[in-house]
């Protein structure tokens, strides 16, 4: 497959990026932290919290299909294809590792500027999210391995995250 190495590259560097981007906002003071959940009322966090991990561990499955498993359908080798799989994840990547950075600015100096940078930023990583859920379901309907429903499983998870829960539950709640 053309797009191995640079995907590899770019989930090493972008993963990176995102752990890095948490660690800088978790040294902040702890009502700092404690506001990144923004409205999200205190019985829901516990969902977001296992979504997290679920889309965490998602994310690994679908990812190794793409830089490591074998094209299943047509066309999944061409350059093409390979530019459009970089694009989703890099939409997916990229504004992860803004997002954490720019919603810890926001607490500390609200503006709705921000605000609705913050809610591009969102929609983006849901953006290349749904895109990979419909890579990996390309794939999973045309493979005949045991194992074509896991990944897809993972982007699921991924996306009920990304698009759901921070691009839509979050900001509902979020207090601007």
């Not at 053309?2 to 560097?13: I, K």
């Not at 896991?150 to 699921?156: D, E, F, Q, R, Y």
């Amino acid at each position: 497959m053309v797009v191995r190495v640079p995907l590899a590259v770019l989930n090493v560097v972008g993963g990176v990026a995102i752990l890095a981007s948490y660690a800088l906002a978790f040294q902040h003071p702890p009502e700092v932290r404690d506001a990144l959940w923004g409205g999200v009322p205190a019985a829901i966090q516990p969902v977001y919290t296992a979504s997290m991990l679920a889309a965490a561990l998602g994310y690994f499955p679908m990812t190794h299909l793409f830089v490591l498993g074998t094209p299943a359908y047509e066309g999944a080798s061409t350059k093409a294809h390979a530019r459009a799989l970089l694009l989703a994840y890099a939409a997916l990547l990229v504004p992860s590792a803004m997002w954490l950075p720019m919603t810890v600015e926001l607490i500390l100096a609200p503006s709705l500027g921000l605000w609705w940078l913050v809610r591009m930023v969102l929609f983006a990583v849901a953006a290349g999210t749904l895109t990979l859920l419909l890579f990996t379901l390309r794939h999973a309907r045309a493979s005949r391995a045991w194992h074509r429903w896991l990944p897809v499983a993972g982007a699921v998870a991924l996306s009920l995250q990304t698009v759901v829960l921070d691009a839509l539950v979050w900001p509902a709640f979020y207090p601007m």
